[in-house]
């Protein structure tokens, strides 16, 4: 599908830019553009462009303000050494949009329009893709139910649209060990949900456990499964991995509740090459304190695209923990070998890089 330009007649100006490109946070600030293309019942897709950012008009009557019908994606944007700009697997991410879609009885955003959407916007907005350091172009696909009607049932029309922020780490502090709250009062996902899907009613029903967490002085909570309250998920928005003492790398199973992270599985692909062995299989909260206690467990670290692989210190239950502050050699070891890859310092064995501008 052809994607029309629509440049933005007023962009930020090259000072204003730079002073957000010199302390970019994480998701504050906006490019000149954003991409939008509409789904209707009997056109399929149509109307794709780039145009000015800006706010949406919507009907108050729109589906998605009320029955929830809305998907979305994260990736990155990293500029090289050479000033080019590449992404990381962003085929998986529109295989991974896709499924999120028919989960929640969307339409399929074809795989090209998916691709050519990120490749335009990039490109438009190049200027704003930081260099330096971990900074980077956050992306965020998403799509949402836009007809206006009130009946329940899957909605007649849908737009997809690309918006896009520069960022630097995703924790302000820098890379450093987590506290996680282990929550036993709120699941995330439950089998037969919508635990796999990346909706936003999954971070809605997190939100609470989050500051509950935070009250405990903890950055990430960490969810277990809806049915035994025992078996280890993911986190609110981070999958989990554990590292033994006999070079095993164990992280949960998908199975239909845990969201299936492009960093998640890119770790299963590094893991052999850093000399440790992959595994998914289940591991409950009792497995974690006790290995972590005997020595069995030696580091624990959360990943995803917006922190990359942050290390877990210590787990936080209601009258205990376990865990301490360091810094483990594996966890940041990974780290290094994933950033390098994706910010061109080191060979892309796997294909896993495509050049956007």
């Not at 009320?66 to 500029?79: D, N, P, S, T, V």
């Amino acid at each position: 599908m052809e994607i029309s330009i629509k440049p933005n007649p007023a962009c930020a100006s090259q000072e204003a830019r730079n002073q957000i490109l010199a302390a970019p946070g994480f998701g504050k600030f906006f490019t000149d553009h954003m991409v939008s293309a509409t789904w209707s019942q009997g056109r399929g897709w149509h109307d794709a462009q780039v145009m000015p950012y800006g706010p949406i008009a919507m009907d108050p009557a729109s589906a998605v303000l009320h029955y929830a019908q809305e998907i979305f994606e994260g990736l990155k944007a990293y500029r090289h050494a050479d000033g080019s700009v590449w992404s990381f697997r962003p085929q998986a991410n529109a295989l991974r949009f896709n499924r999120s879609a028919a989960r929640l009885a969307m339409p399929e955003v074809p795989e090209a329009l998916f691709l050519d959407s990120i490749r335009e916007l990039v490109k438009i907005d190049a200027a704003w893709v930081p260099g330096g350091g971990e900074n980077s172009m956050y992306l965020r696909p998403f799509m949402f139910a836009s007809e206006a009607f009130l009946g329940v049932r899957p909605a007649n029309e849908y737009k997809f649209m690309v918006i896009a922020s520069p960022v630097g780490a995703y924790f302000s502090g820098g890379v450093k060990p987590v506290k996680i709250w282990l929550s036993s009062n709120y699941a995330r996902a439950a089998f037969g949900g919508t635990g796999a899907a990346k909706c936003g009613g999954n971070y809605a029903a997190g939100l609470l456990a989050q500051m509950e967490a935070s009250e405990r002085g903890c950055e990430q909570v960490c969810f277990v499964d809806a049915t035994e309250h025992k078996w280890i998920e993911e986190l609110g928005g981070m999958n989990l991995y554990f590292v033994f003492k006999d070079g095993t790398l164990v992280t949960p199973p998908t199975k239909g509740t845990i969201l299936e992270g492009i960093t998640r599985g890119s770790l299963l692909a590094l893991a052999g090459e850093q000399g440790l062995k992959p595994v998914e299989r289940a591991i409950s909260v009792d497995e974690w304190r006790s290995g972590v206690s005997s020595g069995a467990i030696t580091e624990v670290f959360a990943c995803g695209t917006a922190a990359v692989i942050t290390p877990v210190g210590k787990l936080v239950w209601e009258g205990g923990s376990v865990g301490d502050e360091k810094m483990g050699e594996i966890t940041l070891r990974l780290r290094n070998a994933l950033l390098d890859i994706q910010y061109g310092r080191a060979p892309d064995k796997h294909g896993w890089m495509s050049k956007l501008c």
